[in-house]
C-alpha cells in the first residue's frame, strides 16, 4: 500500500494547485467554462435554435436562452432516449440518471454524458478525497476499502437508453482499477431489489477492512444496521475498527449526526459533505472547521443564480461575480451533459465570497406556503434541531404538510416523525419548534400571532419503519431516493397516515 499511497499524494497534491487557482481566480475560470460549453453545443439542434455560434457574451446568452426546467426540456430527453443524437449535446448519449419527478412526472431522466462522466462527476469523487485528504494528512484511507452505497439501472436491450440511480451509471462506469478500493463487488452494488441488495451487502463487507463508508444518511443507517444483525457484532467499532470517514449528501445531516456519533462510539469517525446531484456534482466540504461547502468551478458547470424574489417570473439571473454572502439563491447551471440555463430546484445560501463557500438552504419546491408563512427547509431543519437538544430526542425520518382551515378551525402544520429516541414530553417537544420558527421566520411568527391563522403545530409519532414501509410501497427504496420533506399539500401525509391505520 505505500507505493498505492505515495501515487495518490502526488496526484492530490497536483490537484490541490488546480483547487487553489480557481479559488483565487473563479471569475476568470468559470468564463472559460462558458465559452467551452457554448463553443461545444453550436452545431447542435439546441444551439442552432439559439444561436450560439453567434454568443460571444454572457449577458447575450441570458438575454437568448430562457431558464429551464425538466418539463421544458423533456421533449428533447425523449428524443435522446429514443436514440437521436446532437440535439443538447454534441457526444452520443445513452445513460440517463433517473431522479425524484416533477410535478407532472413520477421520474424524470437526466441526460448523463461521456463529458459529464469524466470532468464532473468522477472528478468530484476524486475531488472528495483530495479536499478530506489535505484536511488529514495522517489518513489511513487507502490501506481499507470503502463501502459506497449505489442504486441501480435498468438494461433493455430492446430500447436504446439505459435509466437509473445516477450512483449506479458511475458505478457501472467506474475505470477497473477503482474495484480493488471498493466493496462489495459490482454484481452485488448494483443490484435492484433492495432488501436482498442490503442482505449481500452485508454478507460481503462484514470481514472486510472497511475504512471508508459513503452515501445518503438515512439509506446508509438502514444498512449499517442490518450489518451489525447480520454478522451478530455488538458496534461498528468491533465489525470496522479502521472505519475513518463518512462521506454523506443528499438530505441534510444534522438530524442523523448524533445518531451515528453513538453508533460509532468509541470509534471518532469523520463526516465529511458533498453536494452531488444527477445534473452535477457542485459542492464539497473543504474543512474540518466548517462544514459549508466550496463550490466547484472546473467540472464543466457554467453557473447562474436566480434571487428568491425572482423565482416566480424565472428572471432575471445574476453572475457568480455579483452574489453576496447571506442571500439564497436558486440554482441555475449549463453543464456538459446538455443542460442549459436549467432550474435545478435546489436554493443555497454564500457564505463567503472569496473564496465561494455556501451552504444548501432547501428546494424551491419543497416548502410549506399555505398560509403565507413561507416555511423553508433551511428554517425546518434549525428548528427540528432545537427541539431534538432540548428533549434530548432523535429524529429518524420525518415530513411536514399543512393542516388546512375547516370551518371554525384554524390551520396548522402537521409534522410526522419517526424518532428514534422520542421525546419524554412530546407537548414541550412542539413548543419548542413552534418557537423556533418564529424566531427565524418572520412570516410564520406573524400567521402565529395569537392563533390567528395558525396553531401550534400538530406532532405525531410514527412507528418505527413507517417510512421504510412507505417507500418501499412507492417503489423508492435505497439509491438516491429521500423522503419528502416539506410539501405544500397532504398528498404525502396522507398516504403516509393510511398505511399506518392499515398496518393496524
Not at 26 to 38: D, G, N
Not at 191 to 201: L, Q, T, V, Y
Amino acid at each position: 500500500m505505500a507505493v498505492i499511497n505515495s501515487i495518490v499524494s502526488w496526484l492530490m497534491k497536483k490537484r490541490m494547485h488546480q483547487i487553489e487557482l480557481f479559488e483565487r481566480y473563479p471569475h476568470e475560470v468559470q468564463l472559460e467554462w462558458f465559452s467551452k460549453l457554448i463553443d461545444s453545443a453550436k452545431g447542435t439542434e439546441w444551439g442552432g435554435k439559439y444561436g450560439y455560434s453567434s454568443i460571444t457574451t454572457e449577458e447575450e446568452y441570458r438575454n437568448r436562452v430562457p431558464i429551464q426546467e425538466y418539463d421544458d426540456v423533456k421533449p428533447y430527453i425523449e428524443r435522446l432516449r429514443k436514440g437521436e443524437q446532437n440535439i443538447l449535446w454534441p457526444s452520443e448519449i445513452r445513460w440517463f440518471a433517473k431522479s425524484s419527478g416533477t410535478t407532472s412526472d413520477k421520474s424524470k431522466y437526466i441526460p448523463v454524458s461521456q463529458e459529464s462522466m469524466d470532468d464532473c462527476h468522477f472528478k468530484g469523487g476524486k475531488d472528495m478525497l483530495t479536499l478530506y485528504c489535505n484536511n488529514y494528512p495522517d489518513t489511513h484511507l487507502f490501506d481499507g476499502k470503502t463501502l459506497p452505497l449505489a442504486g441501480s439501472y435498468q438494461e433493455d436491450e430492446t430500447k436504446y437508453a439505459r435509466d437509473g440511480d445516477l450512483s449506479a451509471i458511475l458505478t457501472e462506469n467506474l475505470p477497473a482499477w477503482a474495484e480493488f478500493f471498493r466493496a462489495p463487488e459490482r454484481s452485488i452494488a448494483l443490484m435492484s431489489e433492495w432488501e436482498e441488495k442490503m442482505d449481500k451487502i452485508a454478507k460481503a463487507t462484514m470481514n472486510e477492512d472497511i475504512t471508508c463508508i459513503s452515501a445518503v444518511p438515512s439509506w446508509m443507517m438502514v444498512l449499517l444496521k442490518h450489518t451489525l444483525k447480520v454478522s451478530g457484532k455488538k458496534s461498528i467499532a468491533e465489525l470496522w475498527p479502521n472505519l475513518e470517514v463518512f462521506f454523506h449528501g443528499g438530505v441534510n445531516f444534522t438530524p442523523y449526526r448524533q445518531q451515528y456519533i453513538e453508533m460509532f462510539k468509541p470509534l471518532k469517525v469523520n463526516f465529511w459533505e458533498v453536494y452531488n446531484a444527477s445534473e452535477g456534482f457542485f459542492g464539497i466540504q473543504d474543512s474540518f472547521s466548517s462544514n459549508d461547502l466550496l463550490l466547484m468551478l472546473d467540472y464543466g458547470i457554467y453557473y447562474e443564480f436566480l434571487p428568491l424574489e425572482n423565482l416566480a417570473d424565472k428572471g432575471p439571473c445574476i453572475s457568480l461575480r455579483d452574489v453576496k454572502a447571506g442571500e439564497s439563491y436558486a440554482l441555475v447551471i449549463s453543464t456538459s451533459g446538455g443542460l442549459w440555463r436549467y432550474l435545478i430546484g435546489d436554493t443555497i445560501k454564500f457564505t463567503s465570497t472569496d473564496p465561494y463557500h455556501f451552504i444548501i438552504t432547501g428546494r424551491t419546491r419543497s416548502f410549506i406556503n399555505a398560509f403565507g408563512e413561507e416555511l423553508i427547509m433551511d428554517n425546518a431543519e434549525k428548528a427540528l434541531k432545537m427541539a431534538c437538544e432540548r428533549t434530548q430526542s432523535v429524529i429518524v425520518e420525518y415530513t411536514a404538510a399543512p393542516i388546512y382551515m375547516q370551518g371554525d378551525a384554524k390551520g396548522a402544520h402537521e409534522w410526522l416523525i419517526e424518532f428514534e429516541k422520542e421525546p419524554e414530553n412530546m407537548n414541550y417537544f412542539s413548543e419548542v419548534l413552534d418557537n423556533t420558527l418564529k424566531l427565524l421566520n418572520s412570516d410564520y411568527e406573524a400567521k402565529r400571532y395569537k392563533d390567528m391563522t395558525l396553531t401550534i403545530p400538530v406532532v405525531r409519532s410514527l412507528p418505527k419503519g413507517t417510512f421504510f414501509k412507505w417507500m418501499k410501497q412507492r417503489g423508492r427504496l435505497g439509491g438516491q431516493n429521500k423522503v419528502p420533506r416539506l410539501s405544500n399539500d397532504r398528498k404525502f401525509a396522507d398516504d403516509i397516515l393510511k398505511l399506518i391505520i392499515i398496518t393496524k
